[in-house]
């Protein structure tokens, strides 16, 4: 059973809209909600993360949005560019044996 | 900075052969991981380390072996390979606080094919 998931697989946005990433989980005890940015052939590298006791974080152009409540938690990216094109996954982790549980990801492809 | 590096980035193995994945970080981070991906999944926690000589089970360990002689070195080692196996390979590693938050640093992976 997926802990994490993200049902998108891809979306497109055009170059200077938003786009809005989606994951959903399961697991009331997470602690920690992460977003990570894969491109090709390299490894995931941390993009932003949220503490459970908040509902709102933002880096830039990089904003994460926790609805507890419904087990829901978002990524906004605004403006979005055509470096933004990548792989994002959703993970979440809680506990102390530092197993981060990842979602499958969904390709975001920013169109100029 | 070289952060973690991972070797081999690519590998075919035959089935029932062994090999080991190298792994080093020059971050002097305490904690490391190895994740695998496989096609279209995200990515499951293998074998994990807090120090040097200290491993633990992840979520997937079946057919895998781990070692922490060094604070550098976390090498992933299989064991008669199987088709099963064949998946990219992430190293990572993070310092304490990232043990509890996740946010990890991760190797660029490595790609073995198990035929």
């Known amino acids: 059973d997926q802990q994490v998931k993200q049902n998108s697989p891809s979306l497109s946005v055009q170059e200077g809209r938003i786009s809005i990433l989606n994951c959903d989980y399961t697991n009331s005890m997470f602690d920690y909600f992460l977003w990570y940015k894969k491109y090709p052939a390299e490894g995931p590298t941390f993009l932003i993360s949220?503490?459970?006791?908040?509902d709102k974080n933002e880096d830039g152009r990089f904003t994460v949005f926790l609805n507890k409540s419904a087990k829901h938690l978002s990524l906004h990216i605004v403006p979005s560019q055509p470096g933004d094109s990548a792989v994002y996954f959703c993970?979440?982790?809680?506990?102390?044996?530092?197993?981060?549980?990842f979602g499958k990801g969904t390709k975001l492809s920013v169109k100029p | 900075n070289a952060g973690v590096t991972q070797t081999p980035k690519f590998r075919i193995l035959k089935i029932g052969q062994s090999m080991t994945l190298q792994c080093t970080q020059d971050m002097n981070h305490n904690y490391m991981y190895w994740y695998r991906q496989d096609p279209g999944m995200g990515l499951k926690l293998i074998y994990y380390?807090?120090?040097?000589?200290?491993?633990d089970k992840g979520e997937v360990p079946n057919g895998y072996n781990v070692s922490r002689s060094t604070t550098e070195d976390f090498p992933l080692r299989l064991e008669l390979a199987a088709p099963s196996q064949t998946s990219v390979y992430f190293c990572?590693?993070?310092?304490?606080?990232?043990?509890?938050?996740?946010?990890?640093?991760f190797g660029e992976g490595s790609r073995l094919t198990v035929l």
């Open positions: 949220i503490s459970s006791i908040k």
């Open positions: 380390s807090v120090g040097a000589g200290i491993t």
């Open positions: 993970a979440a982790t809680g506990g102390s044996q530092g197993n981060l549980i």
């Open positions: 990572a590693s993070s310092h304490l606080q990232g043990f509890y938050t996740g946010e990890l640093f």
